[in-house]
């Protein structure tokens, strides 16, 4: 087994698929109370600490995790990144000082890991121009480490949900020669909706619900189909100032099929715009069957309110998404140890 950190560790779907691929976590840090609490909850054997990652950072981390630099086999983690002010003066980590990011390069400069995961969503490689992600890479480069990136998308790889995420690896420059890292191979199979278990009626603790005039609009509304298979009249009512936005607007009166994948599962479930009802009965995705879409096992338990559980899933890492790039991960560490 490799040892593991994770940052901004969430609810455990990253953590969750890195576990499945061999790797054993020595630390997890998650602000957020209800999602620690998920993981302490499912891993009491984690070692879960609930604090602000900027006072995390300040520590002496070797003493903290009792590990020495050098030693830990992979960092991992998506830190939300702002723009950075200083972006494209190459200031190394005075360019992204006071954003999450840099508590994520502090940690990489501190225990210097064989490796490490930067997980985020596609949009950072346009953001701000592509200055903010050129502003990591740059770092990334100056710490030391090789880069491969790639945008990937978790339908993929076992997840019957349209969901692309922006996937950034680094070796250490010391280690590059001794091994190589390749993306997962696409699989053959792309599941759909209807190859997860559905509820019937899930109670209102496991289920938001539509008010009743969005119920009856979306009753209207066939699985696999939006607002353009409805009665223009109906539709016009319900989207108010959105039907005269531009674009296709496929996200309203959204009602997913059986036989497609989910698009991206959200933090909340009731957003006008990007609305993903239930094909077979008029309401949302409970809980618990996004959790599924995320590719998280029944026995994974969510703790907080209803609002919390749909946000921990949302902003979830698919566990077999995570699980095809560490397995790659677990490769690629296995032909450095075979070489040293």
């Known amino acids: 087994m490799f040892t593991s950190i994770e940052l901004f560790a969430g609810a455990g779907g990253l953590a969750l698929g890195l576990e499945e691929a061999g790797f054993t976590h020595i630390g997890l840090v998650e602000f957020d109370k209800s999602a620690a609490n998920t993981l302490i909850l499912n891993r009491p054997k984690w070692n879960v600490i609930c604090e602000d990652i900027a006072i995390t950072s300040k520590k002496n981390l070797e003493k903290e995790f009792n590990i020495?630099?050098?030693?830990?086999?992979l960092l991992s983690g998506g830190a939300p990144c702002q723009s950075f002010?200083?972006?494209?003066?190459?200031?190394?980590?005075k360019d992204v000082r006071?954003?999450?990011?840099y508590h994520y390069a502090t940690f990489l400069e501190?225990?210097?890991p064989k490796m490490f995961l930067f997980e985020n969503v596609r949009g950072l490689l346009t953001h701000d121009g592509g200055k903010t992600y050129k502003t990591i890479l740059d770092?990334?480069?100056q710490q030391g480490y090789?880069?491969?990136y790639k945008v990937v998308n978790a339908w993929d790889y076992g997840v019957p949900q349209k969901r692309e995420r922006l996937i950034t690896i680094g070796i250490r420059n010391d280690l590059k020669n001794k091994c190589k890292f390749s993306f997962p191979k696409k699989h053959e199979y792309k599941p759909v909706i209807r190859d997860i278990k559905l509820d019937s009626n899930p109670s209102n603790e496991d289920c938001a619900q539509y008010s009743t005039y969005k119920s009856s609009v979306f009753a209207l509304v066939p699985p696999g189909g939006y607002w353009r298979n409805i009665d223009p009249a109906v539709a016009k009512e319900y989207m108010k100032t959105c039907w005269e936005m531009g674009g296709g607007r496929t996200g309203i009166l959204r009602r997913i099929g059986l036989d497609e994948p989910s698009l991206?599962?959200?933090t909340s479930p009731g957003m006008k715009q990007t609305d993903r009802c239930h094909p077979l009965e008029v309401r949302p995705f409970s809980y618990r069957e996004n959790a599924r879409i995320q590719t998280f096992p029944d026995t994974w338990e969510f703790c907080g309110t209803l609002a919390e559980k749909y946000k921990?899933?949302?902003?979830?890492v698919p566990v077999n998404l995570a699980k095809e790039i560490g397995l790659e991960i677990n490769k690629t560490l296995r032909e450095i140890n075979n070489e040293q």
């Open 98 to 101: 006071g954003t999450m990011f």
């Open 85 to 93: 002010s200083y972006a494209g003066k190459r200031l190394g980590l």
């Open 68 to 73: 020495k630099k050098g030693q830990l086999d």
């Open 146 to 148: 090789l880069i491969k």
């Open 312 to 316: 921990q899933v949302g902003n979830a």
């Open 264 to 266: 991206t599962v959200l």
């Open 110 to 112: 501190k225990l210097q």
């Open 139 to 141: 770092i990334f480069l």
